[in-house]
């Protein structure tokens, strides 16, 4: 199963997720995801906004404006968010199988 | 240094174009364009199991058929042999396939090794009456 948010805003579900086709749509659109370091201010909106393509394609930009300004915890959010991004892209790449020479490695945080 | 890792075109790569050059082959293994642009994104993962274990059921039918064939050459090759003797015939050809699972190995190992008991019984049967033996028994109540 894909990694997604859920949340509920005004009543209504929300899930968010991304799919190749919302990625494909997002960088046609000029987002690019190196510009998160850059260009956060602009960019961290963008893919949130971008989260919504997949299952609430309709959803105005002032909704979503809104409900991104009342998330809690944005830090965690976004690093949610930009893990969910990477998933479409990681899923086509394979694991190594398991060999001797393969590297494990660990992050301090 | 490391200034070329940084300013690398990698760093501007794009996700799309990525998703494009993969959609070719997840579509010859049986993807639909729905399933790869607008599913679950986790799914190519479960196609590509499963397009391993297809090719190696393939591989697998292959070599059985392979066994089959040089089984059958074999059983063939005694009339094949250019100085065979007049009349010599070409083994059978297997009555069943093989057993691809290990229960029924063990019940066509079973079966076999009756008929061997019951042929050694009769040979031997047919040995001991060919022999006259005296029945001890009654021997042993005449005495």
């Given at each position: 199963m894909a990694k997604d948010i859920r949340f509920v805003h005004d009543g209504k579900e929300y899930r968010l997720e991304f799919t190749r086709k919302s990625i494909e749509i997002m960088e046609r659109q000029g987002f690019v995801a190196s510009d998160i370091v850059e260009k956060p201010m602009s960019t961290l909106p963008a893919l949130f906004a971008g989260a919504f393509l997949a299952h609430h394609r309709y959803v105005k930009k002032e909704i979503i404006d809104e409900i991104f300004s009342k998330m809690k915890n944005k830090q965690e959010l976004i690093s949610k968010l930009a893990e969910m991004y990477n998933e479409p892209i990681l899923a086509l790449v394979d694991e190594p199988e398991e060999a001797e020479g393969n590297i494990t490695w660990e992050a301090s945080f | 240094m490391g200034g070329e890792l940084l300013n690398s075109s990698s760093s501007k790569v794009s996700y799309t174009e990525q998703f494009y050059e993969h959609f070719p082959f997840y579509l010859a293994i049986g993807m639909t364009y729905d399933q790869y642009w607008?599913?679950?994104?986790?799914l190519v993962k479960f196609y590509r199991k499963a397009h391993k274990l297809k090719n190696e059921q393939k591989n697998q039918e292959l070599w059985l058929q392979g066994m089959y064939i040089y089984e059958a050459l074999c059983n063939v090759s005694p009339v094949l042999h250019a100085f065979a003797k007049r009349g010599t015939r070409p083994l059978p050809y297997p009555e069943k396939p093989y057993s691809l699972t290990k229960e029924g190995n063990k019940q066509e190992k079973e079966i076999q090794e009756k008929i061997n008991r019951q042929k050694a019984k009769a040979v031997f049967g047919a040995w001991a009456s060919r022999l006259k033996l005296p029945n001890t028994e009654r021997q042993k109540s005449a005495n």
């Open positions: - | 607008n599913d679950d994104c986790q």
